[in-house]
T-cell receptor
Framework: AQKITQTQPGMFVQEKEAVTLDCTYD???????LFWYKQPSSGEMIFLIY??????QNATEGRYSLNFQKARKSANLVISASQLGDSAMYFC???????????????FGRGTQLTVWP | GAVVSQHPSRVICKSGTSVKIECRSL??????MFWYRQFPKQSLMLMAT?????????EQGVEKDKFLINHASLTLSTLTVTSAHPEDSSFYIC????????????????FGPGTRLTVL
């Protein structure tokens, strides 16, 4: 079974509007971390936001917030006030054993291509 | 923030040659580095995990003799694609982590800018 599922291959949003990118995950590990990365056409992976499975509050970083619903195993990314520069591919990722002593691998979803139009 | 560099950013080579890609953590010591491969419009596929001073751990289906990984220091890991063929053409990305210096769960993988390999 896939560990990370992103069901939206593409999303469109008008500038200044908010957009939600969906992500569901599958793990039996009680300790895990969820990440969102942005990949513009240049190819670099830009870290956006992190949510730990034991975190009580949803993570926020500027215009990015993570809507963490543990019971539903979902970790949707919300981008508020979209900008043209937000157009990129967005990947959701998970790391298991988040409190382990070593740096664990990331499992990536297939990505969502976000297009912001003026 | 932490910076990871990759060199070269683009490489074009003839079939049968070997290509070395470097991944460096510029302002932190990376005990672990990861190498990914990405095909156009697809997700990142983990190829191997590289720990400083030990042999890399390859994912199932990745030929270790084809993709040689060396992590000789805490700031440098190299991926060598040996006897490259057109099917090896891809985007290769490395990532590096600082470990748990900031406490559980606070470490993050930082990605290099990637290397686009084209094998003719």
């Amino acid at each position: 079974a896939q560990k990370i599922t992103q069901t939206q291959p593409g999303m469109f949003v008008q500038e200044k509007e908010a957009v939600t990118l969906d992500c569901t995950y599958d793990t039996s590990d009680p300790s895990y971390g969820l990440f969102w990365y942005k990949q513009p056409s240049s190819g670099e992976m830009i870290f956006l936001i992190y949510q730990g499975s034991y975190d009580q509050q949803n993570a926020t970083e500027g215009r990015y917030s993570l809507n963490f619903q543990k019971a539903r195993k979902s970790a949707n990314l919300v981008i508020s006030a979209s900008q043209l520069g937000d157009s990129a591919m967005y990947f959701c990722a998970m790391r298991e054993d988040d409190r382990g002593s070593t740096l664990g691998r990331l499992y990536f979803g297939r990505g969502t291509q976000l297009t912001v139009w003026p | 923030g932490a910076v990871v560099s990759q060199h070269p950013s683009r490489v074009i080579c003839k079939s049968g040659t070997s290509v070395k890609i470097e991944c460096r953590s510029l302002d932190f010591q990376a005990t672990t580095m990861f190498w990914y491969r990405q095909f156009p419009k697809q997700s990142l596929m983990l190829m191997a995990t590289s720990n400083e001073g030990s042999k890399a751990t390859y994912e199932q289906g990745v030929e270790k003799d084809k993709f040689l990984i060396n992590h000789a220091s805490l700031t440098l890991s190299t991926l060598t694609v040996t006897s490259a063929h057109p099917e090896d053409s891809s985007f290769y990305i490395c990532s590096a982590g600082q470990g748990l210096a900031g406490g559980p769960g606070t470490d993050t993988q930082y990605f290099g800018p990637g290397t686009r390999l084209t094998v003719l």
